[in-house]
């Protein structure tokens, strides 16, 4: 059993920064992949940022070179730094992963682009 507490999110101006928080609770933290999903109003769910076990990330072409996934394991957290923010990534952000074939998801956390 794996949860997933998103933090973090918030109104910010476009060109602004903002970091979001997700706690993981679950001894097998270390092993498993971590996800950062969205959801726009009116939009699918989309992958913006992967990080594997052994740190290897992906991003989505929309958010590459702005958006930076990482992780403490130790801690049980992953990031996700979002800089240079436009107003296309207001969104509701999710925290994902996938443990035994068994997917778990926070309640998700709002980011609001707006001047």
């Known amino acids: 059993q794996v949860q997933l507490v998103e933090s973090g999110g918030g109104l910010v101006q476009p060109g602004e920064s903002l970091r979001l928080s997700c706690a993981a609770s679950?001894?097998?933290?270390?092993?498993?992949?971590m996800v950062w999903y969205r959801q726009a109003p009116g939009k699918q769910r989309e992958l913006v940022a992967v990080i594997s076990s052994g740190g290897d990330t992906n991003y989505a072409d929309s958010v590459k070179g702005r958006f930076t996934i990482s992780r403490d394991n130790a801690n049980e957290m992953v990031y996700l730094q979002m800089n240079s923010v436009k107003p296309e990534d207001t969104a509701v952000y999710y925290c994902n992963t996938a443990y035994l074939g068994n997917y778990y998801w926070g309640q998700g956390t709002q980011v609001t682009v707006s001047a």
């Open positions: 679950g001894s097998i933290f270390s092993m498993i992949d």
